[in-house]
């Protein structure tokens, strides 16, 4: 609730990006899985190995990582996390649980699959170069073998906490920024199964940690003969709807396993090393300081445990605990919840989303629904909740909202700032209210559709305070706050600051990103918001850090000087199009074309188009300009943009609109508005001249595979098609998907038109079908590509289906990357390159 981050809502096929203990998977499990992979391929001859694509894109796999980036609360330094490559398949494929949603390595009581950072640097604003941090590695591990991870900036800046990850255990560490040298703050192993390890306490030199329980034992052993049958019951009366989770409990001995790894200790750690335990141990998922650090916001789960949702509904406690470990409050008690609300704004009833107020010494704020269905009680769908300490009073409200609370951002005792937003129409109204007179009138700020990218006013921008909470960022007389944004319109995105004036709303423009480049603002640098911290990029330079001054006008001052990944692709040309589909939508997209191409000497090229659908609710915001023209490209990971070095055109994320205006649900014509919207794209590459129309495949992930799949189904547009990760039978998610809210039985129709598992029989160009054996993302199991793969087959059609061991939804492994690179480009070269007779054309 309290961050004004846009998170987009994906149940299930977002974008990239069975249960119980999964032995070695490098051993007897892997030899399975891949004798089931070589029955459901046409043979074993199908079998070769991890291949290698081409040596221009294998070579910028394997380049160096650019760092990642962290500023310190002051503005004054900034944290340099040098990133090693891709992990191997043996470290993505290594030992770990998967149970209750979550995935965790029991061996370092942490999350699996982790990449940290291998190597820390500090680099002063002001100017000069940056100091390698010194770090003392635990016995065993070095630079090579440890994972840095979880760093955090203390509330005054003098400090950063981070972890050292090694074979078997999480450390604590913290760095001391003056002298640039990190120190282990004990040998205790840290537990994060459940989540960050530690925070800091407030503008203390302390943190507050979860450390694996001393004395714990061995891990229980799964029973060798079955106790009995596994039974699951309801006993009617309401509906319950859930989504198509993975990773769940199965079985007792999963219980058993869950809990004994869950389980923490809660210590505050001075940075002397000195630990003190709070409280019992627990099932503890969080545990955050109040701003004052004299308390602590702990929030825990128990048994029931539940087969049918993840841990994050299993029976929870919100308790305020004093300094001693003892419990204060209970500020909300939560049961198992498997009757989970259903649709965007539904909501449980009762306190949510509880957190410490930002600017106060300690105070609790949670949003509460009257009723957690879509209706309004006298108007009021919300209420913003505060309780002072001792907690021992009744809560105050500081804000009745129509639409959901979505977030306060803080400023001082008299002004904080509330969102409310209701999903299912796209509004969205920003608030000031009072926090010294709760209950007093708030004043509307704007009201806004998140659709309208051309309208967005921006979002505030926020600073650092002495507890370290993030507050509202305003003037020294507190008149003006400061506002940033994507500044959308016709020619793609300028990011922008505006200066805001609280009182009456006028807005005076600051900066806004030059033409011909990419440059948005990170950090103000000064209260008077006329220095601050920049990252620019252009087609042809790489996104770097520089400094910015507006009132003295002197040139701007760049401050990191990091390389072109891939100057091998410096070469190719972007450019921004737009053109429109037949019903008067207008779209956009992003061309590329490859390093040396000139149209009149080449002629058309083959072409790779690659989208994902969205839903709107208006045809005016579908038809907005989504990115930039001027951002610098690279493809990394599994990119398709990859195809470039092989001769190819790109049209990138041509819009795919799916609209639904009035009582009208977007996917009540999803397969029409996909396919008019895909026609339009293909028509305007060849019509530019780029693109040989006989020779365009398409492709997405996820979300986007569906698409593709739907649209050889249901056009002939393509000579082949790249699916990868999708889900291609909604009756397999039959509570919803995306921002569909019906259910199965709600609008069956919707969900078998929509579905090109049904039309399996009409897709006769081929397809190339690409899953993680291990993919847990909500609604795109891996059985979704198995049985579209088997009705595939059994039509006749052409279709290849690659299953990549041990990869969830976006693939992490070097050598899987570069075999899915290669399994594209083979596709592409084999069914889209080569040029046919006409005749042959159907």
């Known amino acids: 609730m309290f961050g004004f981050a846009r998170v987009a809502d ?197 943190l507050m940690c979860k450390f694996v329980p001393a004395n714990r034992g061995a891990a229980p052993v799964e029973p060798t003969t079955p106790t009995g049958p596994i039974v699951q019951e309801t006993d009617g009366g309401s509906n319950d709807r859930v989504a198509t989770y993975q990773d769940l409990l199965r079985t007792p001995h999963d219980e058993a396993i869950f809990e004994h790894y869950a389980r923490s200790q809660l210590a505050r750690v001075a940075l002397d090393g000195t630990v003190t335990e709070l409280g019992a141990v627990g099932i503890h998922a969080s545990a955050e300081p109040s701003p004052d650090g004299r308390y602590t916001l702990v929030t825990t789960m128990s048994r029931p445990f539940s087969y049918v949702v993840p841990a994050s509904y299993f029976p929870t406690v919100f308790a305020v605990w004093d300094a001693s470990g003892r419990e204060l409050r209970k500020v909300n008690e939560l049961p198992l919840r498997e009757r989970v609300p259903w649709g965007g704004d539904v909501v449980a009833e009762g306190p949510r989303s509880i957190r410490w107020r930002g600017d106060v010494d300690a105070q609790l704020v949670w949003s509460e629904a009257p009723r957690g269905d879509t209706v309004a009680v006298d108007g009021v769908r919300d209420r913003v909740q505060l309780l002072n300490a001792p907690f021992n009073g009744a809560p105050l409200t500081l804000a009745a909202t129509e639409y959901r609370a979505q977030s306060v951002l803080w400023a001082r005792p008299d002004l904080a700032i509330v969102r409310e937003g209701w999903r299912n129409t796209r509004a969205e109204r920003y608030w000031a209210v009072n926090p010294s007179q709760p209950g007093s009138s ?92 920049t990252v620019r990029e252009t087609k042809s330079e790489p996104p770097n850090y520089w400094v910015r001054d507006t009132r003295t006008r002197i040139a701007p001052r760049q401050l990191t000087r990091f390389v072109d990944p891939a100057p091998q692709l410096a070469g190719v040309t972007s450019e921004l199009i737009t053109y429109t ?26 072409f790779l188009l690659w ?60 397969v029409e508005q996909l396919v008019t919207s895909a026609e339009a794209a293909v028509n305007a590459i060849v019509e530019l001249g780029v693109a040989d129309r006989d020779r365009i495949g398409v492709g997405g992930h996820s979300y986007g595979a569906f698409m593709t799949a739907n649209l050889l189904a249901h056009s002939r547009l393509f000579r082949a098609g790249l699916a990868r990760s999708g889900a291609y039978n909604r009756t397999l998610t039959p509570f919803g998907f995306q921002a569909e809210q019906r259910s199965y039985w709600q609008a069956q129709e919707i969900y078998t038109t929509m579905s090109p598992f049904t039309y399996a029989d009409r897709i006769k160009d081929p397809i190339l079908l690409v899953h993680g054996m291990a993919d847990n993302n909500t609604g795109t199991f891996p059985v979704q590509s198995e049985r579209m793969y088997a009705a595939l087959k059994g039509n006749g059609a052409t279709v290849r289906y690659v299953q990549l061991p041990a990869e969830s939804h976006g693939y992490a492994a070097r050598e899987s990357i570069g075999h899915t690179l290669f399994e594209m480009v083979s596709w592409l070269d084999k069914h889209v390159k080569p040029k046919r007779p006409t005749a042959t054309m159907q």
């Open 442 to 533: 708030p004043r509307l700020l704007w009201e806004h559709n998140t659709e309208d990218r051309y309208g967005d006013p921006g979002s505030f921008m926020t600073t650092t305070n002495e507890f370290g909470e993030s507050v509202l960022r305003t003037t020294p007389d507190g008149r003006f706050a400061f506002l940033t944004g994507a500044g959308a319109s016709d020619e793609g995105d300028r990011p922008f600051v505006d200066r805001y004036e609280l009182a009456t709303g006028r807005t005076t423009r600051l900066f806004q990103s030059p033409s011909g480049v990419y440059e948005r603002a990170v950090e103000l640098l000064t209260a008077s918001g006329d220095r601050f911290l």
């Open 10 to 206: 994906c149940r299930t096929d977002c974008p990239s990006p069975s249960s119980g203990w999964l032995a070695s998977r490098t051993g007897r499990t892997t030899a399975l899985l891949l004798a089931s992979s070589a029955f459901i391929a046409s043979g074993l001859d199908a079998q070769t190995g991890y291949q290698n694509p081409p040596p221009a894109i294998a070579s910028i796999l394997d380049a160096p990582q650019t760092p990642n980036v962290s500023v310190s609360p002051s503005g004054t330094v900034m944290l340099l996390s040098e990133r090693p490559g891709y992990p191997s398949i043996a470290e993505v494929a290594a030992p770990e649980y998967k149970l209750a949603g979550l995935r965790f390595d029991p061996r370092s009581n942490g999350p699996s699959r982790g990449s940290g950072a291998r190597s820390l640097s500090l680099l002063p604003v002001s100017g000069g170069d940056a100091r390698r941090v010194s770090i003392p590695w635990p016995a065993g591990t070095d630079t090579m073998s440890g994972a840095i991870g979880n760093t955090r900036w203390s509330a005054s800046g003098s400090h950063i906490f981070f972890t050292v990850t090694t074979d078997n255990a999480i450390y604590p560490f913290v760095l001391d920024v003056r002298s640039a040298a990190a120190t282990q703050l004990s040998t205790r192993p840290l537990n994060a199964v459940l989540g960050a390890p530690c925070n800091w306490i407030g503008k203390e030199p302390a």
């Open 611 to 670: 989208a994902y659908p969205r839903e709107f609710r208006s045809a005016a915001a579908a038809a907005q300009v989504q990115g930039s023209p001027h951002r610098f490209v690279r493809p990394g990971g599994s990119s398709h943009l990859f195809v470039l070095t092989q001769g190819y055109g790109v049209l990138d994320g041509p819009a795919m609109p799916i609209i639904g205006e009035g009582d009208a649900e977007p996917n009540d014509t999803y």
């Open 581 to 606: 589909r037949k019903d008067g939508v207008q779209l956009s997209g992003t061309l590329y074309l490859p390093a040396g191409y000139d149209k009149n000497r080449d002629g058309p090229l083959p």
